[in-house]
């Protein structure tokens, strides 16, 4: 089952906890060594098989080696094209570029410029902020509580998670806004009510002349949020967001790194809403799988000057040529569509379990960005009525989750949420195989914390 073995496979792994920092993540919960992978399946070095329903933490929108990937790959490489040039001009990033604008909202794409990245989201938010901050002439950002927008100095700085940001020096001017989090809303209301009131709370801040926050460069926020817990904004709360921007004139960025090419049921998940950002941040999905980001901003803010943001790594064209194919494939096979079909799917059969298994707290989501947040029910409910986060209970179930060949991945508060993220061309069968193994991990380990 592949040149490492299962005895094999162990050595990596201890060379692995040897060598690599302690900061690694995904290999802490997943103490297996892939050697091949098609598909929504992962094969371990070791014979057995996962449902991978992380995707990359959201980048394989169309599963594991997909054909139309290593066709353009293998296409990019006969031809001879240069896999490393900077910024420069190619046949394959025009024609990326043509893609991208050709699945974007036509009003957007029609006054769009686009700046590649280094090839990591992260980077692009750095670009995204630094950009705003340029054409304002102002420093501070509006972010929201559970936002993850990356883990360099400004993208961390505009993050929510108080745990990476506690050990190091403030980046930059930050005002934290209140994210519409229906189970565990920041008002105690939950529902529309408790949208509005964040809305509400957001615009007389900013109009407050005691309020303490300097006119910011822009706002920065996610549609649907990822590592937050897969909480799903309005639509509502989005268009207020716009038109209290807009009308302030503070550029609004949207982060569509985990949220775009599909994944919500929309190609990009600001067309839920019908909103048009100032900016949108793109990567994990773009490349194909390979490593790309870009920020796409109306041209009003293009104001920058020669190397203004910059890196060597801008050019990867294999991912260029990889981006432009799945983007392409996406749409025609609407791709989109067929994610907000089976994701209500999945998310109506989860939420049925709540009735046989209360540690199932909430079950959110928006197409194929589903999440599962467990709970302690013998736990003192809040003023919301929603009950204590149970993280221990969360890992039990990701461990049951792999030993039945299924993996998933925790985030949300307290890592207390079992997060899906399958590729757009998950299979009914495939579906039902997930719901299974989750729906049977769950009850074990509910099982296990009673005993």
């Not at 003192?380 to 204590?388: E, I, Q, V």
């Not at 991945?409 to 299974?436: F, K, M, N, Y």
Request: net charge neutral; glycine share 12%; proline share 7%.
């Amino acid at each position: 089952p592949g040149p490492a073995g299962a005895h094999g496979a162990d050595a990596v792994l201890r060379r692995q906890r040897a060598r690599e920092s302690s900061a690694r993540t995904y290999a802490r919960s997943f103490p297996i060594v892939p050697v091949r992978a098609q598909g929504m399946t992962v094969e371990g070095a070791d014979g057995r098989r996962y449902l991978d329903c992380l995707s990359g933490a959201g980048t394989l929108a169309l599963g594991h080696n997909h054909p139309v990937v290593l066709e353009a790959v293998r296409r990019t490489l006969d031809r001879g094209a240069p896999l490393h040039i900077l910024d420069l001009a190619t046949a394959e990033k025009d024609d990326f570029t043509d893609a991208l604008f050709e699945t974007l909202p036509r009003a957007f794409a029609d006054r769009a410029r686009i700046h590649f990245c280094g090839p990591a989201g992260t980077d692009a938010v750095e670009a995204a902020l630094k950009l705003m901050q340029t054409a304002t002439g102002r420093r501070g950002v509006l972010a929201f509580t559970g936002a993850y927008h990356g883990m360099t100095a400004g993208a961390l700085a505009v993050t929510g998670n108080v745990a990476v940001k506690e050990p190091l020096p403030a980046a930059g001017e930050t005002t934290r806004l209140p994210y519409p989090y229906d189970y565990r809303c920041p008002f105690a209301v939950g529902g529309e009510r408790g949208a509005e009131l964040a809305a509400v709370y957001t615009e007389r801040l900013l109009d407050d002349p005691s309020g303490g926050v300097v006119p910011p460069a822009a706002m920065i926020l996610e549609v649907v949020q990822g590592e937050g817990g897969a909480v799903p904004a309005p639509d509502g709360w989005l268009r207020e967001m716009r038109r209290i921007t807009a009308e302030r004139s503070v550029p609004l960025i949207v982060d569509e790194v985990q949220t775009g090419v599909g994944r919500t049921g929309a190609m990009w998940a600001v067309e839920h809403s019908g909103i048009l950002p100032d900016a949108m941040v793109v990567s994990k999905a773009i490349g194909g799988s390979l490593p790309l980001a870009a920020v796409v901003y109306r041209d009003e803010y293009d104001g920058w000057l020669p190397g203004a943001h910059t890196g060597t790594f801008r050019g990867n064209t294999l991912a260029m040529a990889a981006g432009a194919a799945t983007l392409r494939l996406v749409a025609a096979e609407r791709l989109a569509e067929r994610a907000a079909t089976v994701g209500a799917r999945i998310t109506a059969r989860l939420r049925a379990l709540r009735t046989e298994l209360p540690v199932v707290g909430d079950v959110r989501g928006r197409g194929l960005m589903i999440g599962v947040e467990l709970v302690d029910p013998a736990g003192p409910p809040d003023r919301r009525g929603s009950l204590p986060a149970a993280p221990e209970l969360a890992v039990r179930v990701r461990s049951g989750c792999l030993r039945r060949g299924l993996i998933v991945e925790l985030g949300g508060r307290h890592d207390a949420v079992v997060r899906l993220l399958p590729p757009l061309t998950i299979s009914d069968e495939q579906a039902e195989t997930v719901l299974e193994r989750l729906s049977e991990a769950i009850a074990e380990a509910a099982a296990q914390v009673r005993g």
